[in-house]
């Protein structure tokens, strides 16, 4: 077959060949119905029966490899796609830098292989449980739309990591899927495993930073196991990045417009002061300031999905082969790291300082560093608005000592600049920083549905362009309850 076309005369679609790997389509078919159930149980609250314009991949060639019809989302059809494999492919860093990729599972990094596809699988359903309510109160079609397209690859992704595990880790495998559908986000007795995955995603805007700072966290995460000598594992992930994008487009093209109505809004007003709350408020538009804490409360949780800045795990995945560098394909050093250093912000007598580490066990902070470039790209885009409409109000990336759970500073409490501060600082000053209730009541206050094609809630500017070029009265889903 050819494998840049996906089946879709088996159940699951896929470009694995499972119409000829019998053991492995039982097993997934197996799983399907439980799949299923989670969907409507977890899934989006609503909308089932609707009709969304959603793009499907056929091919995983990337030049073209989707397309766009109504399709209601229990008939989604989620599949099994590898990116193409890469001829003598060889292990791009650690210890067996240069021999050639994994097809099998090797034996002695089995039980770190299926550690590291159990997180990244976990945080797949996790975030479709986190936004199952936002269909209620979208602001736009287009934007339920991008909703729905974001959760079902979502849901594509858990498939993606369950397929490696019914393939490769036999039994142990089949328990951790099983076990995959079983977790809930924010459930007391089994949550999800990773902090960021159990909050709440209470508002469109939360969303939309979600998207944009959490998504980031899965793309860097992603982009690390693209490297791994374990090809099948890399080849998935290659393919999940295609459509992670999109992810992390509605993200930061969702605060763009945020930002560009709130702008708007101020300067038809005539208001010059973006930190007079309370006139901004009135106006029916989220407040700078306001989107300012979202962004702190947002970032720092993404920042603890990096694990702790110096880690012996991360060296030991690197070295193993399984866990690499963000492009290290395309970094020039002797990707072996056994005597580099790399320097690490860290507590020093009680100031933040930077330290050179081992660079193997300094392999978090540095895919963390990686992160919050890539992070700054979106700030310049909406701070340029902000500029655009006369205001000097700049949006900014907190202190990474700021709000934090894991690494070092989960015990001490910073301000945003990096101040250290004591608890009771802290605790009389933090609705400064983060949202406060009041916050998320005002937010919720905007949050009423808009569902006439082409009208957008009065918080959010229209997109600049339709999804697949559509005009903007398109009726991106079709309603029906
Ligand atoms: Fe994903
Ligand atoms: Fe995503």
Request: a negative charge; charged letters at 25%; proline letters at 5%.
């Amino acid at each position: 077959m050819n494998i840049m076309n996906v089946d879709y005369s088996t159940k699951i679609p896929n470009n694995v060949n499972l119409s000829e790997d019998r053991q492995v389509l039982k097993a997934l078919e197996g799983w399907h119905p439980g799949y299923i159930d989670w969907w409507h149980d977890m899934g989006p609250d609503g909308f089932q029966q609707s009709l969304v314009y959603l793009r499907t991949a056929y091919s995983v060639d990337p030049r073209g490899w989707a397309k766009f019809d109504y399709v209601k989302m229990p008939d989604y059809r989620w599949g099994i796609l590898l990116a193409p494999q890469e001829e003598n492919r060889t292990i791009p860093f650690g210890e067996r830098y240069g021999e050639p990729a994994w097809q099998e599972v090797p034996g002695e990094h089995r039980a770190m292989l299926r550690r590291l596809i159990v997180i990244q699988g976990d945080t797949e359903p996790a975030s479709v449980e986190q936004q199952r309510h936002l269909g209620k109160t979208a602001p736009s079609l287009y934007d339920l739309r991008n909703l729905f397209q974001v959760n079902v690859e979502e849901g594509r992704h858990l498939w993606a990591m369950v397929y490696l595990l019914q393939k490769y880790f036999g039994r142990d495998g089949r328990e951790e899927a099983d076990e995959l559908l079983r977790r809930r986000s924010g459930d007391a007795d089994s949550p999800r495993m990773l902090g960021a995955f159990n909050e709440a995603t209470p508002d469109w805007l939360s969303f939309f930073m979600f998207t944009y700072f959490t998504d980031r966290d899965g793309k860097m995460q992603l982009h690390s196991l693209a490297q791994s000598g374990f090809d099948p594992l890399s080849r998935t992930c290659r393919f999940m990045l295609t459509e992670e994008a999109h992810h992390m487009f509605v993200g930061e093209t969702g605060i763009t417009r945020v930002v560009q109505r709130t702008v708007d809004a101020m300067r038809e007003a005539g208001i010059d002061d973006p930190t007079d709350i309370a006139k901004v408020r009135a106006l029916g538009v989220i407040d700078l300031p306001t989107i300012q804490k979202k962004l702190n409360l947002h970032y720092s949780l993404s920042l603890d999905l990096f694990g702790s800045e110096v880690s012996t795990n991360a060296a030991n995945a690197f070295n193993a082969g399984i866990k690499g560098r963000y492009r290290e394909t395309q970094i020039e050093d002797d990707h072996r790291l056994q005597s580099d250093t790399y320097p690490v912000l860290k507590l020093v007598n009680g100031e933040i300082k930077r330290v050179d580490e081992p660079a193997l066990t300094a392999l978090n902070m540095r895919l963390r560093d990686d992160y919050t470039q890539d992070c700054v790209k979106g700030l310049l885009r909406w701070n340029k608005v902000i500029s655009s409409a006369g205001y000097g109000y700049k949006l900014t990336l907190p202190n990474v000592a700021f709000h934090r759970a894991i690494g070092e500073f989960k015990d001490v409490h910073a301000t945003p600049d990096g101040v250290l501060i004591d608890d009771a600082t802290w605790n009389k000053r933090k609705g400064e920083w983060i949202p406060s209730t009041a916050d998320g009541d005002f937010i919720a206050s905007l949050m009423t549905p808009v569902t006439e094609a082409g009208e957008f809630a009065p918080w959010i500017s229209p997109p600049k362009v339709g999804i697949d070029n559509k005009p903007g009265d398109f009726e991106y889903v079709k309603i029906e309850t």
